[in-house]
């Protein structure tokens, strides 16, 4: 059974930082690109960064020099560094792995992320 659970959601003050963290499981790992997407109340999912299994990653524009993604295969966990973060960011924030070998996509069940004074 294939599992990717969120967690390191939560409030923050606008400037502030938090780490989201993604515990992968029931799948290789190391042969999956991951990603973070996130959804705003009333918006559609967008997507927040990706990386490969060899660690090239790609941001979206608004939030590209702010979040930082990163992932320790060893520990089948990728995570999402954010900074500077604004009202802007407040998101359910959802962990995401596509196959790279075999045509299959999961998705997590998502943390929430809220920016407000």
């Known amino acids: 059974q294939v599992q990717l659970v969120e967690s390191g959601g939560g409030l923050v003050q606008p400037g502030g930082s938090l780490r989201l963290s993604c515990a992968a499981s029931?799948?290789?790992?190391?042969?999956?690109?991951m990603a973070w997407y996130r959804q705003a109340p009333g918006k559609e999912r967008e997507l927040v960064a990706t990386?490969?299994?060899?660690?090239?990653?790609n941001y979206a524009d608004s939030v590209r020099g702010r979040f930082t993604i990163s992932r320790d295969n060893a520990k089948n966990t990728v995570f999402l560094q954010m900074n500077s973060l604004t009202p802007e960011d407040t998101a359910v924030y959802h962990c995401?792995?596509?196959?790279?070998?075999?045509?299959?996509?999961?998705w997590g069940q998502g943390t929430q992320v809220t920016v407000s004074s």
């Open positions: 995401n792995a596509k196959g790279m070998v075999l045509n299959y996509e999961y």
């Open positions: 029931g799948i290789i790992f190391s042969l999956n690109y």
């Open positions: 990386i490969s299994n060899t660690g090239s990653t």
